[in-house]
C-alpha cells in the first residue's frame, strides 16, 4: 500500500512515552490522536483553544498505514487524504524509534 506507514510495535512504543498521542486499534481500524503542546505550538493556537490532529489509518498484518489526517480547532475541521507513502504531513514517522 501506497502511504504512510510504521510498525505497529514501534508506533505503540512511541506513544507509551509521548503523552501528547493517544492510539486507539480496533480490528483492523486506526486512530492516532496527537494534542500538541508545547510552547511554541500552543502559541499559534487559534482563540487560544487546544487543536488537535487525528490520523485515521488501518492496520494490515503488523503495519499500520495511514490514510486521512484530520485537524480540529475552533476554526472547524480539515481533513487531508494522504497520498504516497511519502506524504509530507505525516513526515514525522521517519523520526519514530
Excluded at 17 to 45: D, M, Y
Excluded at 57 to 80: A, D, H, K, P, Q
Aim: no cysteine; hydrophobic share 35%; glycine share 6%.
Amino acid at each position: 500500500m501506497d502511504k504512510p506507514s510504521i510498525d505497529r510495535k514501534k508506533l505503540l512504543s512511541y506513544v507509551d512515552v509521548n503523552r501528547q498521542f493517544s492510539l486507539t486499534i480496533n480490528g483492523n481500524k486506526v486512530e492516532l490522536h496527537f494534542f500538541p503542546n508545547s510552547p511554541e505550538a500552543v502559541q499559534h493556537f487559534p482563540d487560544g483553544s487546544q487543536v488537535e490532529h487525528i490520523m485515521y489509518g488501518e492496520l494490515v498484518g503488523e503495519t499500520i498505514y495511514f490514510l486521512e489526517f484530520v485537524t480540529r480547532s475552533s476554526l472547524g475541521e480539515t481533513r487531508t487524504k494522504l497520498e504516497g507513502a511519502d506524504d509530507p504531513v505525516m513526515e514525522w514517522l521517519k523520526y519514530v524509534d
